[in-house]
């Protein structure tokens, strides 16, 4: 007989049925069953047409599944058996992999639209090839008892096809229908009931201008109508927001009315993950600017809950579907957990277990930008070069997550949060604790960053275990390292906001050789002075007079009051609280506010994204940049800020300036690298950090590097920004 294991995504996603059927069609005899390190399969048949089930086995396979490995064996054993069947589980001492939460699918939304079936208009329908899987999670082996539908007893009709192999629903652990399972239910923001039909009630809420909390896979979201002015500027009130874009659902068959998009990025959209995309607007937009104000770009997601495409009903074409929490806090799983920030909440009585926000891609030229992994992609782990001790990552603190891994697995936790509230490091221990039980991984090694007063940083040191300390821009490059199974040494970029340096100083203008566990500085921004750290991020402007003022440019920026001024001036004079920095974030804040983007902005990044924006589709190759200099391993922008002085004061226009900005990154980007790898006879180059997210920087600096007959690594799931610490920090630890 042949022995077959897999293992990767191959249960809870409907691989037993599809393996029974397959072998019936075939006449092949034998049996499967799950095991706790995967899937296995015995069969018996004629050699031709074993060949067609490994075929098709590896070929067909149910959408939601993803194979790690396959194993095939021929033994002498047999079997007695003349048909094929599913056997009961059996443990072994392997780690199951976890199913990500996957959007329905379309079987399930046909009948969710079908008024003959049992589940019409049933908002929790869900198959084996879709539904929540890792929301719904208590413990493994993924089984109903052990997760949050344990307390709704399936019906006779939907036990019967829980229990009939050729159904669709065989196992589906969160199969439910109207008479079994969960219901809706709309409260006011007192959290009494509102009677009436919760769904249709809903809708007519959202219409008439209302917030509404929905509870949703892997949390709250807030929604109201994108295209009611008021409405918006309410919830920006509410949630202090005042600027940054929200994301918006539509059905599929309209997003073209919103963003500008192509068949592959549909798919992105349309796929199990679901993930957020942010694309460019369509002119004119549809919805009102304050969606998205002063953005070129729109976040698109596609309905993946059955009840958002019940939400998405004809008077409501789109909806704002921002994450729903309040701010500093991790996202909501009560309606309690959102304070005053909604009018009612479209609640129901499943429970959910494991929080996860929707994650967020940024399509670049060949490749894709995570900025936020977390629902549809988690738990899943990502494979690494096996590494000998169980190693814990704790991260950064913006866009914290944890790495924990063992062997070849490295399990990224989801989004945890963007600040130090008390909240966020509740769920960071809560999802941690979860990580280590389900994937039996008791790490004996952490890492952390070099910040000694991050909340990750402290409570790595507590742990006890074994610590190493990992620069931030070393853990970014390593990060994609570690993603892309890399050995041997390469040469790093790291542009990014802020991150300790092994100096004091501030860095995030890096160019490095990263080399088994460490790196060496090769080049990076000259030191510019940073009076009063958070507060010059806060006011790009001030870092503007800071850098002109270093540079001994006298150019009077006219948004900047006397006051301030007088005690920049002072402050620089004296050095107190003055910070030293090589940070490229810090640079796009300041050219930004040279051109009079944001004096100040309201979220990250947000002055750097305008700089960008109004780029438009430059085509840089044929501009000339800005001067520079490449001094030792300094990179000196001081030229480049009397250039743009000059060129501001002739009333050059700020688009042109900006273009040229970019240009002179990219022009002494490549010839730091050129001169690196001259040095070290190094031709992988390695992109991380958050300024990459800038797709003109990303896309011209990788185009340019390849047609040098570099060899590029971009992050691919990992993210590029500092999600991808933990990640980064592992690697690294792994050579202790
Ligand atoms: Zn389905
Ligand atoms: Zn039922
Ligand atoms: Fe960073």
């Known amino acids: 007989m042949v022995v077959i294991k897999l ?99 379309s079987d399930c939304l046909r009948e969710l639209l079908d008024s003959s079936d049992k589940r019409f208009a049933y908002p929790f329908i869900n198959c084996t090839n879709c539904g929540p899987r890792y929301s719904i999670i208590s413990d493994l082996p993924y089984d109903r008892s052990l997760t949050s539908m344990k307390d709704f007893n399936l019906c006779d009709y939907c036990l019967d096809e829980y229990q009939d192999p050729l159904n669709r629903r065989f196992h589906a652990q969160p199969v439910a229908c109207p008479r079994c399972g969960p219901h809706l239910s709309l409260m006011n923001n007192n959290y009494s009931h509102v009677s009436g039909n919760p769904l249709t009630r809903a809708i007519e809420l959202l219409q008439t201008g209302k917030i509404l909390g929905i509870k949703g896979i892997g949390g709250f979201h807030i929604a109201c109508d994108p295209c009611n002015q008021d409405t918006i500027i309410e919830l920006r009130r509410r949630k202090s927001r005042p600027h940054k874009p929200f994301a918006v659902m539509c059905h599929p068959q309209l997003v073209s009315d919103l963003a500008l998009v192509n068949e592959e990025q549909i798919k992105l959209l349309s796929s199990a993950a679901a993930p957020i995309l942010i694309l460019p607007q369509v002119t004119p937009f549809p919805l009102s600017p304050l969606v998205a104000p002063d953005s070129p770009n729109i976040g698109i997601i596609f309905p993946y809950a059955p009840l958002h495409y019940q939400l998405l009903s004809s008077g409501l074409k789109y909806l704002i579907m921002t994450s729903g929490n309040r701010s500093d806090e991790p996202v909501a799983k009560n309606e309690q957990d959102l304070g005053n920030l909604c009018d009612y909440y479209l609640s129901n009585d499943r429970p959910i277990l494991n929080r996860s926000d929707d994650s967020v891609i940024l399509p670049a030229h060949r490749h894709n930008i995570m900025v936020r992994r977390s629902r549809g992609y988690v738990p899943y782990p990502f494979r690494i070069t096996k590494i000998a001790t169980p190693i814990l990552g704790c991260g950064a603190q913006l866009k914290l997550t944890f790495a924990l891994a063992e062997k070849e697995n490295l399990f990224l936790s989801p989004y945890i949060g963007n600040a130090d509230s008390k909240q966020t490091f509740d769920f960071y221990i809560e ?306």
């Open 431 to 736: 999802t941690l604790e979860k990580y280590k039980h389900w994937f039996k991984i008791e790490p004996q090694l952490t890492a952390c960053d070099m910040q000694p007063d991050f909340m990750s940083t402290r409570f790595a040191e507590e742990s006890g275990l074994p610590l190493v300390k990992v620069q931030h821009h070393h853990a970014h490059i390593a990060a994609v390292m570690a993603e892309h199974l890399i050995r041997e040494p390469v040469l790093g970029i790291a542009y990014d906001g802020t991150g300790l340096g092994t100096d004091g100083a501030i860095w995030g203008g890096e160019i490095m050789l990263a080399e088994k566990g460490e790196f060496h500085r090769l080049y990076h921004l000259d030191y510019m002075p940073l009076p009063g750290g958070d507060s010059a991020i806060r006011y790009p402007i001030r870092t503007a007079f800071s850098y002109l003022h270093t540079a001994g440019i006298d150019y009077e920026l006219f948004l900047l009051d006397t006051m301030t001024r007088k005690l920049l001036s002072r402050q620089l004079a004296t050095n107190f609280n003055v910070f030293r920095t090589s940070s490229m974030g810090r640079l796009f804040d300041c050219i930004s506010a040279i051109l009079g983007l944001y004096p100040e902005i309201t979220f990250e990044a947000q002055s750097a994204i305008a700089l960008e924006s109004i780029c438009g589709n430059a085509y840089l190759a044929e501009m000339k940049p800005y001067e520079y200099a490449i001094k030792e391993n300094l990179i000196d922008i001081k030229p480049m800020l009397q250039d743009i002085i000059k060129e501001k004061q002739r009333g050059i226009s700020k688009e042109s300036i900006s273009r040229k900005f970019h240009k002179t990154v990219i022009d002494f980007t490549v010839t730091a690298v050129d001169l690196a790898s001259d040095r070290t006879g190094v031709k992988k180059v390695v992109l991380c950090g958050g300024v990459m997210q800038n797709r003109i920087l990303l896309n011209n600096l990788t185009a340019l590097l390849e047609k040098k007959n570099y060899h590029v690594y971009l992050p691919r799931e990992i993210p590029v920004n500092d999600g991808s610490i933990a990640a980064g920090q592992v690697y690294v630890a792994s050579f202790q």
């Open 7 to 105: 293992n990767g995504i191959v249960q809870g996603i409907g691989f037993r049925p599809f393996v029974y059927r397959l072998a019936r069609e075939l006449n092949i005899s034998g049996y499967v069953f799950n095991s706790s390190s995967g899937l296995e399969i015995k069969v018996r048949g004629t050699k031709e047409d074993l060949h067609e089930f490994l075929h098709r086995l590896q070929t067909e396979y149910p959408p939601a599944a993803r194979i790690e490995n396959i194993a095939i064996s021929e033994t002498a054993e047999d079997f007695d058996l003349q048909d094929f069947i599913i056997r009961t589980s059996k443990k072994d001492s392997g780690v199951t992999l976890v199913s990500p939460d996957l959007a329905v699918c």
